[in-house]
């Protein structure tokens, strides 16, 4: 990699962890914690959540520059890489989250709690991320081959 | 697909890493082009055949070309 890439590669890494941490972590110091005395703040939840978006929305577009600075081959790698490599890990999560949801952590270990409200909100916790990959997938690949008509 | 990279390489003595900085890719590019484990795009093709001054044909050469 020309020198040149590699400085910006750097760079973009460092922009991105920091300013994600900056801005993620921010509302600790504008409003506080969600939490307050056991009590959540629905208006500080507000704010946490827009905070993260933000941070996330920059995350992404320091994660596409450092897509863009690199040659075809690392391109080509990371595409790969994403690919395979998310479908992989989707896959070995598959009988983790059965594991876990059917109460296999309790039955193993009593000492770990369980209850529908913790089976329901692990199950929302593993579902959410893997639909919205999935759905983003999706609407990626239309895009793509829409935008090759 | 078969190239003569390498050769066109050795022939102007320039290292991987001369030819990655021509073409403004890696090394690791340049090796896996030479070693036949990645195809290049037209483009990057293209910039080296222009680069040596052949047709791209003279450069790369398909497979199942060569058993014709």
């Known amino acids: 990699m020309p020198d040149q890439r590699r400085r910006r590669y750097w ?19 504008l409003v506080g914690r969600p939490i307050v005395h056991g009590v959540i703040d629905p208006a500080r939840v507000v704010v946490w959540s827009i905070a993260v978006a933000l941070a996330m929305l920059w995350a992404v577009g320091f994660g596409v520059l450092m897509f863009r600075n ?38 193993f270990w009593p000492g770990v709690p369980a209850s529908p409200e913790l089976k329901r909100a692990f199950m929302i916790g593993y579902l959410l991320p893997v639909l919205m990959q999935f759905a983003g997938f999706l609407i990626v690949r239309a895009g793509w081959r829409w935008s090759k008509r | 697909m078969k190239n003569r990279l390498k050769v066109l390489r050795a022939e102007r003595d320039w290292s991987q890493a001369d030819l990655a900085q021509r073409l403004d890719v890696s090394r690791q590019s340049v090796n896996a082009i030479e070693t036949g ?7 990057l093709a293209f910039r ?21």
């Not at chain 1, 760079?11 to 110091?29: C, D, E, K, N, R």
């Not at chain 2, 484990?37 to 483009?43: I, M, T, V």
Request: glycine share 12%; proline share 6%.
């Open chain 2, 37 to 43: 484990k990645y195809d290049p795009s037209l483009p």
């Open chain 1, 11 to 29: 760079a973009y890494l460092a922009a991105t962890v920091v300013g994600t941490l900056v801005i993620s972590q921010a509302p600790l110091v």
């Open chain 1, 70 to 107: 690199q040659d075809e081959f690392g391109r080509q790698a990371s595409q790969v890489g994403w690919y395979w490599g998310a479908t992989l890990g989707l896959g070995l999560s598959a009988p983790i989250f059965v594991f876990i949801g059917l109460g296999g952590l309790h039955a």
């Open chain 2, 48 to 68: 080296i055949a222009r680069l040596f001054g052949q047709p791209i044909e003279a450069i790369f050469q398909d497979a199942a070309e060569r058993q014709d």
